[in-house]
């Protein structure tokens, strides 16, 4: 029966669709429509016809786990995206950025479906929404909507497909929630036929780290990452035996391709570690939280991914991790080398459709030791690292033999041996928890780890100096910080106020306060940025006694700069069709735009990842005539306006 009626439905949709191919109007159910609760999910496109994804759900993203399936297009913009199941339109959002235009339909089971990245709103709903957003004075809006408002049944065209917010090319995104707000893998509970999955999840890389300082791998402390050979079949495999001793993590780049020749890869989300055998961790990400999506920076290699974009997974549970995907792991998933035998690990993973891969290896016991004839020559004096509790320094030798180092801390010193060395490098190992070293001299060096205090996660706190200022609320770390601060002026004379490391991720935003050493004529247009290379962020920021001070939830360099330039409008269009320009601000970034036609309001729409906005007439009929006015403001105040009459 349910086949039955995918294929009827999708019928109907694709000869309406082929009848109207510019405009599809938004069908919605009479009021008095009986729902039918036992109702069985259908795909929102072309139901009943194959399909193809882009995206699945509990996937990696740089800063959240991706909530639902991104449902593919083929780069074309006017899909007609049906209800999968009766139920009415509880929320509308439009947004530049983000999901873009989204329709919620709950259903009478409580359940929501969420369709996101849609080109505009239709029909009835359109008309309400086009209404509202003249009353609001803006294109950005959130509306709840009564049940007896916009009801729809299952089938019925509530939108099309489109482009809008930060979605990368054409596509729908389409999330299934439980009463309760959390987002369930669509793949498992409804089951589409239509974009079947027989491809098993490929392994890529696997990465082996030491979780302390008395632990090594290949006889050297730190992340080590190993290249996975396909062994044939779903079998993946490192060749050689890996040498460890000591507690160590494993991580994995896995990726589950969606269809044979595609350039897409979904999640892997169920991922079990055996050693010898026996159980030690596992994941199953089957439902994600909406409000926890943040928490996937303890899932992943946050270093990692900041370093050079790769995605890995940790398969064991570190530090702040809270999430509830592991309520079956017997373990954490850190595994303590048995130093009386070799070890086979095997990682079996499986995707939504339960196709299953394995990617195995050996850990060979090795004791620890300090002549280590690998390590490779440095092409700096020195550098230094922290992982866990451990900072690592990094010394080119400078000689034949092997010389102590002096640690500075508090004004008294003590001589340290390197851990492990060779005529290469020494490797100093010190354990952060016992000793904040102020200053470290070995070779001629005297290195400043700037390292200022320990900030304990899961409490609020105050850090306090001279020129910087940082307020912890709590929650706000995952793990305990060694907070590293500095300060430079610049041969400019730009002042750069070092606050941790881009590659330490925050929960939640941190008050900052600076006190600059430069003396600045306080404008709207001074304001706080978070600067990488010649990329700037605008922060902001209030000026208090001859301090400023602001929030950021990402660690990192931050500057002062004055923007003082204009930001530009360039013409598209503007005749009595519409009006089209492309809008751009070099520095601070556009804050907001408004538009009028005689004096009167003209709505703008805002295409963030485009830089492009567009009128929409509230009376489409009437052509646009008469005096045109846009004004578009940046962030630190400054205004350009653009003015036509339009004959």
Same mark, same amino acid.
């Not at 709590?474 to 002042?495: A, F, P, V, W």
């Not at 600045?520 to 001859?546: A, D, F, K, M, Q």
């Not at 008469?626 to 009459?645: I, P, W, Y």
């Given at each position: 029966?349910?086949?039955?009626?995918?294929?009827?439905?999708?019928?109907?949709?694709?000869?309406?669709?082929?009848?109207?191919?510019?405009?599809?109007?938004?069908?919605?159910?009479?009021p008095?429509?009986?729902?039918?609760?036992?109702?069985?999910?259908?795909?929102?496109?072309?139901?009943?016809?194959?399909?193809?994804? !882009?995206?699945?759900?509990g996937?990696?993203r &740089?800063?959240?786990? $991706?909530?639902?399936? %991104? =449902? @593919?297009?083929?780069?074309? *913009?006017?899909?007609?995206?049906?209800a999968?199941?009766?139920?009415?339109?509880?929320?509308?959002?439009?947004?530049?950025?983000?999901?873009?235009?989204i329709?919620?339909?709950?259903?009478?089971?409580?359940?929501?479906?969420?369709?996101?990245?849609?080109?505009?709103?239709?029909?009835?709903?359109?008309e309400y929404?086009?209404?509202?957003q003249?009353?609001?004075?803006?294109?950005?809006?959130?509306?709840?909507?009564?049940?007896?408002?916009?009801?729809?049944?299952?089938?019925?065209?509530? !939108?099309?497909?489109?482009?809008?917010?930060? &979605?990368?090319?054409? $596509?729908?995104?389409? %999330? =299934? @929630?439980?009463?309760?707000? *959390?987002?369930?893998?669509?793949?498992?509970?409804?089951?589409?036929?239509?974009?079947?999955?027989?491809?098993?999840?490929?392994?890529?890389?696997?990465?082996?780290?030491?979780?302390?300082?008395?632990?090594?791998?290949?006889?050297?402390?730190?992340?080590?990452?190993?290249?996975?050979?396909?062994?044939?079949?779903?079998?993946?495999?490192?060749?050689?035996?890996?040498?460890?001793?000591?507690?160590?993590?494993?991580?994995?780049?896995?990726?589950?391709?969606?269809?044979?020749g595609s350039?897409?890869?979904?999640?892997v989300?169920?991922?079990?570690?055996?050693v010898?055998?026996?159980?030690?961790?596992?994941?199953?990400?089957?439902?994600?939280?909406?409000t926890?999506?943040?928490?996937?920076?303890?899932?992943?290699?946050?270093?990692?991914?900041?370093?050079?974009?790769?995605?890995?997974?940790?398969?064991?549970?570190?530090?702040?991790?809270?999430?509830?995907?592991?309520?079956?792991?017997?373990?954490?998933?850190?595994?303590?080398?048995?130093?009386?035998?070799?070890?086979?690990?095997?990682i079996?993973?499986?995707?939504?459709?339960?196709?299953?891969?394995?990617?195995?290896?050996?850990?060979?016991?090795?004791?620890?030791?300090?002549?280590?004839?690998?390590?490779?020559?440095?092409?700096?004096?020195?550098?230094?690292?922290i992982?866990?509790?451990?900072?690592?320094?990094?010394?080119?030798?400078?000689?034949?033999?092997?010389?102590?180092?002096?640690?500075?801390?508090?004004?008294?010193?003590?001589?340290?041996e390197?851990?492990?060395?060779?005529?290469?490098?020494?490797?100093?190992?010190?354990?952060?928890r016992k000793?904040?070293?102020?200053?470290?001299?070995?070779?001629g060096?005297?290195?400043?780890?700037?390292?200022?205090?320990?900030?304990?996660?899961?409490?609020?706190?105050?850090?306090?100096?001279?020129?910087?200022?940082v307020?912890?609320?709590?929650?706000?770390?995952?793990?305990?910080?060694?907070?590293?601060?500095?300060?430079?002026?610049?041969?400019?004379?730009?002042?750069?106020f070092?606050?941790?490391?881009?590659?330490t991720?925050?929960?939640?935003?941190?008050?900052?306060?600076?006190?600059?050493?430069?003396?600045?004529?306080?404008?709207?247009?001074?304001?706080?940025?978070?600067?990488?290379?010649?990329?700037?962020?605008?922060?902001?920021?209030?000026?208090?006694?001859?301090?400023?001070?602001?929030?950021?939830?990402?660690?990192?360099?931050?500057?002062?700069?004055?923007?003082?330039?204009?930001?530009?409008?360039?013409?598209?269009?503007?005749?009595?069709?519409?009006?089209?320009?492309?809008?751009?601000?070099?520095l601070?970034?556009?804050?907001?735009?408004?538009?009028?036609?005689?004096?009167?309001?003209?709505?703008?729409?805002?295409?963030?990842?485009?830089?492009?906005?567009?009128?929409?007439?509230r009376?489409?009929?009437?052509?646009?005539?008469?005096?045109?006015?846009?004004?578009?403001?940046?962030?630190?105040?400054?205004?350009?306006?653009?003015?036509?009459?339009?004959?």
């Open positions: 029966m349910r086949n039955y009626l995918k294929l009827k439905l999708g019928s109907i949709v694709t000869l309406y669709f082929a009848l109207t191919p510019f405009f599809v109007c938004a069908q919605f159910s009479k008095d429509v009986k729902f039918i609760a036992e109702e069985e999910w259908i795909y929102p496109v072309y139901p009943g016809k194959p399909g193809s994804l !882009a995206g699945t759900m996937e990696l &740089s800063t959240h786990f $991706h909530s639902g399936i %991104d =449902i @593919r297009t083929n780069n074309t *913009i006017g899909y007609p995206v049906v999968s199941k009766s139920g009415y339109i509880s929320r509308v959002t439009s947004s530049p950025s983000g999901y873009g235009n329709i919620y339909i709950t259903h009478p089971d409580k359940h929501t479906t969420l369709y996101a990245h849609l080109d505009k709103f239709n029909g009835a709903l359109g929404i086009l209404n509202e003249y009353n609001q004075r803006s294109s950005a809006i959130d509306l709840y909507f009564e049940p007896d408002q916009f009801k729809v049944k299952q089938g019925d065209t509530i !939108a099309l497909s489109g482009n809008s917010g930060s &979605s990368g090319g054409p $596509h729908v995104h389409f %999330d =299934i @929630r439980d009463p309760q707000n *959390i987002a369930l893998d669509p793949l498992k509970v409804a089951n589409f036929p239509e974009v079947p999955d027989r491809l098993a999840p490929a392994a890529e890389k696997l990465a082996l780290r030491t979780l302390d300082i008395n632990s090594r791998i290949n006889d050297r402390f730190g992340r080590f990452e190993f290249h996975a050979a396909n062994k044939g079949g779903n079998r993946y495999a490192i060749a050689s035996p890996i040498l460890a001793s000591g507690l160590i993590g494993i991580e994995v780049i896995a990726k589950d391709r969606l269809a044979p350039p897409f890869y979904g999640a989300n169920y991922i079990d570690v055996h010898d055998s026996q159980l030690v961790f596992s994941q199953a990400i089957d439902k994600v939280d909406i926890e999506t943040r928490s996937i920076l303890t899932l992943m290699d946050f270093k990692t991914m900041r370093n050079n974009g790769n995605r890995f997974y940790k398969l064991y549970i570190d530090d702040g991790n809270n999430l509830k995907f592991y309520k079956d792991s017997p373990g954490n998933g850190k595994i303590r080398i048995d130093n009386k035998k070799e070890s086979l690990i095997e079996t993973m499986r995707d939504s459709y339960g196709n299953k891969s394995m990617v195995s290896f050996h850990v060979k016991p090795t004791p620890v030791i300090k002549d280590v004839r690998t390590l490779e020559a440095m092409k700096t004096p020195f550098y230094a690292d992982s866990e509790n451990t900072y690592e320094l990094n010394v080119k030798s400078c000689g034949d033999s092997i010389r102590a180092a002096r640690m500075y801390v508090q004004g008294k010193f003590v001589d340290i390197p851990d492990y060395a060779n005529i290469n490098r020494e490797v100093y190992l010190i354990d952060l000793n904040i070293p102020d200053s470290i001299v070995v070779c060096n005297s290195i400043y780890p700037r390292l200022k205090q320990s900030i304990p996660s899961g409490t609020t706190y105050k850090y306090y100096s001279d020129m910087i200022e307020e912890f609320p709590e929650e706000s770390l995952y793990d305990t910080l060694y907070l590293h601060t500095d300060y430079n002026q610049l041969k400019s004379g730009t002042e750069v070092t606050i941790g490391t881009r590659t991720p925050l929960n939640k935003s941190v008050r900052i306060s600076l006190k600059p050493q430069v003396k600045y004529e306080v404008s709207p247009t001074l304001g706080v940025y978070r600067t990488i290379g010649r990329s700037h962020t605008y922060l902001g920021g209030e000026w208090i006694n001859g301090k400023v001070h602001f929030y950021s939830r990402e660690f990192g360099d931050f500057t002062i700069l004055e923007d003082r330039e204009d930001p530009s409008i360039r013409v598209i269009n503007a005749d009595r069709i519409g009006a089209r320009f492309k809008i751009k601000d070099n601070s970034g556009i804050d907001k735009f408004e538009a009028s036609i005689n004096g009167e309001f003209l709505l703008m729409h805002y295409d963030a990842k485009t830089a492009t906005i567009w009128s929409e007439q009376n489409k009929k009437i052509p646009l005539k008469g005096k045109f006015e846009l004004t578009v403001t940046d962030n630190a105040g400054n205004k350009s306006t653009f003015t036509k009459t339009i004959p």
